[in-house]
């Protein structure tokens, strides 16, 4: 999962964090797990920050962070949860240009919680909007986006307003 908020622990070091997985996993961190760890961080272009601390990484680097441990245990799913609201928007593109070369490169299916309908325009294939908990619509974002249905989506699309 990717948080919103990042969900990184302040007194570990980039790798450490990446690495936490595996010592919640197994109690334990081998070299085999650090070097995993640090093609991640690589692989996110932070090979270079391995030894800095969250408060020295700006918002992009720490949500660049947040995904490499997410991806540490090969997981066939990412959860996002309005993983780039806190991002100005250079790190967005950023991230969402990340996001979808993992999936490409991983075939991780990646979900993505957002109310930005620009961030489901850029990168997603499939929408569902919720209102209370509770599916009002789906399926392809070009059919969904082309002819909303619900008012949440008209809504959240700017095609009628929230009050109506």
């Known amino acids: 999962m990717i948080f919103q908020n990042f969900g990184l622990l302040a007194q570990k070091t980039a790798l450490d964090n990446v690495c936490f997985p595996f010592l ?10 650090r070097e995993r760890a640090r093609e991640l961080l690589d692989m996110v272009g932070l090979s270079s920050k391995e030894d800095s601390y969250p408060a020295q ?10 995904i490499a441990r997410a991806l540490t245990l090969h997981p066939d799913h990412i959860l996002c ?21 993992i999936n490409k490169e991983t075939g991780a ?8 309908m620009g961030v489901v325009e850029r990168v ?16 392809s974002v070009a059919e969904v986006f082309a002819n909303p249905q619900a008012q949440t989506t008209k809504a959240l699309l700017g095609k009628v307003s929230w009050n109506g």
């Not at 919640?24 to 797990?33: T, V």
């Not at 299916?109 to 930005?116: A, R």
Request: charged fraction near 25%; hydrophobic fraction near 40%.
């Open 109 to 116: 299916t990646i979900v993505i919680i957002t109310h930005s």
């Open 124 to 139: 997603c294939k499939h929408v569902a909007v919720l209102e209370q908990g509770c599916v009002v619509e789906q399926g």
């Open 81 to 101: 949860d309005e993983a780039t609201s806190a991002l100005d928007p250079a790190s967005t593109v950023s991230v969402l240009d990340m996001l979808e070369r």
């Open 57 to 66: 990484l700006s918002g992009g680097q720490k949500q660049r962070v947040a």
């Open 24 to 33: 919640a996993a197994k109690g334990r961190i081998e070299e085999a797990d």
